[in-house]
């Protein structure tokens, strides 16, 4: 489902083409389109003979491929300029900043590269960088929002994480207990050696970012959940656990349970076979043990289904299990769920092992351009409006493209004025901090004035006191001498 709106059925026989009109057809407010950019994973030198550089393409819809045979070519820019002569039709070359090959289109068309000017079939050493074998790049899907807002993707009624796979996509939902954050991607269930597998330096990417520490060891699901927050303050992404399992079950089979069969998750009993005789009454049961286990459960058509945010894996245990068939004894780990701090669209690229999705379960987005590392997938997925791809080939496409960059521009806007919001009460408050210290220093210097003032006074008084007891001694003193000198005389 994209923003809630159900797709027609995809057979398995539909090209991208098809997936595209499909789209097209059942959701308001959301185009999809076609992309496909590749890149060579070496540079290369640009020398080839003739025909040693050979594309293929299928245009959608088309039942023959093209073969383009490039001319030879002594240097890289003679080779784009052969490659855009030759095939430029159906694909666009160039050369990027780090001087690799790029090669494009905006269908989606799949692009074969096979440069035997390599010394070897496994060897990427030939004029172009690219496999000396031939090798298939599919074509990349990609959605763009008509009315600005967020673009969401998920399964529907019967539909499965493998589904959206298929198309390239994993879950961009709205993030739970954010309303205000319209992106929030769900990876894949990891498995047990994904979880104890270490992340390299090159495996992925978030937001430009790359998500690698020396000193954070990424052998556990913690450890995973606390390299991707090392980096927030650069990514703007918070990374959680999501655990995410439905299970096929009915009220027979909860009927068939004995008196004391128990099911417990993660240690916890959450209900025993006296006290659940329905499908309803399990979910009940479950549910009621939620602050303890963290798992909510919801009924589905064909059973139920269990959610937990912040719960890193599901140990099933417990004597109902041999009756719930749904179940088996053992420990399930959760998905990777990436939330968008700044309400953006998330960022993901992938290395070039393509082992590397199963140690975090996540799928390349919102890159742009998909290059060699990253073209295991058969398709991909921008997600909202974005830049990538804009188009400027004629007044139609170079006038949407200007309403890209624009909200693009009022996006920046919006998080300026933001960030000038918060400036100015930061500004306010250090003013107001500034009165305090000031009033405090007043004060401070009136307390002081005043203890001066009280020691002086007490200083005046103490020496006339002094003085004046000086001088009524000297006053006692004379008055015996005169009375001698009276009697002399």
Do not use: C
């Amino acid at each position: 489902m994209i923003n809630d709106q159900a797709l027609d059925a995809i057979a398995s026989t539909d090209d991208l083409e098809d997936v595209i009109a499909n789209i097209n057809t059942s959701v308001d407010n959301v185009t999809a389109s076609g992309f496909n950019v590749v890149v060579a994973r070496n540079v290369g030198d640009g020398v080839t003979a003739n025909g040693e550089f050979e594309l293929t393409v299928t245009a959608l819809g088309a039942a023959t491929p093209t073969v383009y045979a490039i001319s030879a070519s002594n240097s890289m820019e003679e080779l784009v300029a052969n490659i855009n002569a030759e095939a430029g039709a159906m694909v666009q070359a160039s050369v990027n900043d780090e001087g690799r090959l790029v090669l494009s289109n905006n269908t989606g068309a799949t692009i074969t590269v096979d440069d035997s000017s390599a010394p070897s079939a496994t060897s990427y050493d030939g004029g172009s960088g690219f496999l000396g074998a031939q090798t298939d790049f599919m074509g990349f899907l990609k959605l763009e929002s008509d009315d600005g807002n967020p673009v969401r993707i998920d399964t529907g009624n019967g539909g499965s994480l493998a589904d959206l796979e298929s198309l390239g996509f994993r879950r961009t939902t709205s993030d739970v207990g954010s309303a205000n954050d319209a992106y929030s991607v769900t990876g894949s269930a990891l498995a047990a050696a994904g979880v104890t597998t270490a992340w390299g330096a090159t495996d992925i990417k978030i937001n430009g970012t790359a998500i690698y520490s020396s000193e954070i060891a990424t052998t556990s699901f913690q450890g995973k959940l606390d390299a991707i927050n090392n980096f927030s303050a650069d990514t703007g992404v918070i990374a959680t656990a999501y655990i995410d399992q439905s299970f096929a079950m009915t009220d027979a089979q909860v009927a068939a349970l004995s008196t004391g069969a128990t099911l417990a998750f993660n240690g916890t009993t959450v209900f025993s076979g006296a006290a659940a005789t329905t499908v309803g009454s399990v979910i009940t049961a479950i549910n009621l043990k939620t602050t303890e286990t963290g798992i909510t459960a919801e009924r589905t058509p064909g059973g139920f289904r269990l959610t937990g945010a912040n719960v890193q894996s599901l140990t099933v245990g417990g004597t109902a299990v041999a009756t719930l068939t749904a179940f088996t004894v053992g420990t399930t780990f959760a998905s990777i769920r990436l939330d968008s701090a700044t309400n953006s669209p998330i960022s993901i690229e992938l290395g070039d092992d393509a082992t590397t999705i199963g140690e975090h379960g996540l799928l390349e987005a919102n890159v742009g351009a998909a290059d060699f590392q990253v073209n295991a997938a058969s398709m991909g997925v921008a997600s909202g409006s974005s830049l990538t791809g804009l188009n400027v080939s004629s007044d139609k496409a170079a006038s949407a493209a200007l309403a890209t960059i624009d909200s693009a521009m009022e996006t920046v806007s919006a998080i300026r004025s933001k960030l000038g919001a918060m400036q100015n009460r930061l500004n306010s408050t250090m003013d107001n901090l500034a009165n305090v210290v000031t009033n405090t220093e007043a004060s401070r210097s009136r307390i002081q004035d005043t203890d001066y003032a009280k020691a002086s006074s007490e200083l005046a008084r103490t020496q006339i006191i002094q003085q004046a007891a000086t001088a009524m001694l000297a006053q006692a003193n004379q008055d015996p001498q005169t009375v001698m000198q009276l009697l002399q005389n």
